[in-house]
């Protein structure tokens, strides 16, 4: 794979290569889709026996360190999905990555604000997940912004 300095918004590994953006959503989509299954792995998700649907209760841990549930892990699913199905243009590839970005931003303030023990900690969060939703949050807005600024600009110079 190469970068052409013509087209810095585009990864060029031949001839109708996609665009990184859209790269960027199908792999932050697949990663989502591998945790998800991963989730549902005893080993990989430890205190297996212990996963509720919901709730704090919960005491399942994928690897050992991020608290899940089933809802949780289908949480997961469901980004992954999408990620991988908006990848398909530039423009639902950039909503992807700065909406999801912004639904982790959100669910990090929530996670601070609400007790790990409190009934409303419905998901189920920790303070690893805590802390994963806001790097989540700033890698997928910032790839969303970042390499959907080029996008724009091709757009631009084109029109």
Same mark, same amino acid.
């Given at each position: 794979?190469?970068?052409?300095?013509?087209?810095?918004?585009?990864?060029?590994?031949?001839?109708?290569?996609?665009?990184?953006?859209?790269?960027?959503?199908?792999?932050?989509?697949?990663?989502?889709?591998?945790?998800?299954?991963?989730?549902?792995?005893?080993?990989?998700?430890?205190?297996?026996?212990?996963?509720?649907?919901?709730?704090?209760?919960?005491?399942?841990?994928?690897?050992?360190?991020?608290?899940?549930?089933?809802?949780?892990?289908?949480?997961?699913?469901?980004? =992954?999905?999408?990620?991988? +199905?908006?990848?398909?243009?530039? *423009?639902? $590839?950039?909503?992807? #990555?700065?909406? !999801?970005? @912004? &639904?982790?931003?959100?669910?990090?303030?929530?996670?601070?604000?609400? =007790?790990?023990?409190?009934? +409303?900690?419905?998901?189920?969060? *920790?303070? $690893?997940?805590?802390? #994963?939703?806001? !790097?989540? @949050? &700033?890698?997928?807005?910032?790839?969303?912004?970042?390499?959907?600024? =080029?996008?724009?600009?091709?757009?631009?110079?084109?029109?």
């Amino acid at each position: 794979m190469s970068y052409s300095s013509a087209q810095p918004w585009r990864a060029v590994a031949g001839m109708g290569s996609r665009p990184a953006l859209q790269t960027a959503a199908g792999v932050v989509g697949a990663v989502f889709l591998l945790v998800g299954i991963l989730g549902f792995i005893p080993g990989v998700t430890t205190n297996y026996g212990d996963m509720q649907f919901a709730g704090h209760e919960s005491g399942a841990m994928l690897f050992g360190v991020f608290q899940v549930s089933i809802l949780h892990n289908i949480v997961h699913l469901l980004f =992954g999905i999408a990620g991988l +199905a908006m990848m398909r243009t530039a *423009n639902a $590839a950039r909503a992807f #990555l700065i909406g !999801g970005g @912004a &639904i982790y931003l959100v669910l990090w303030i929530y996670g601070l604000v609400v =007790g790990s023990e409190s009934t +409303a900690n419905f998901v189920p969060l *920790n303070n $690893a997940d805590n802390w #994963l939703h806001l !790097g989540l @949050a &700033i890698g997928m807005i910032g790839l969303g912004l970042v390499l959907g600024a =080029g996008g724009r600009r091709r757009g631009e110079m084109s029109g």
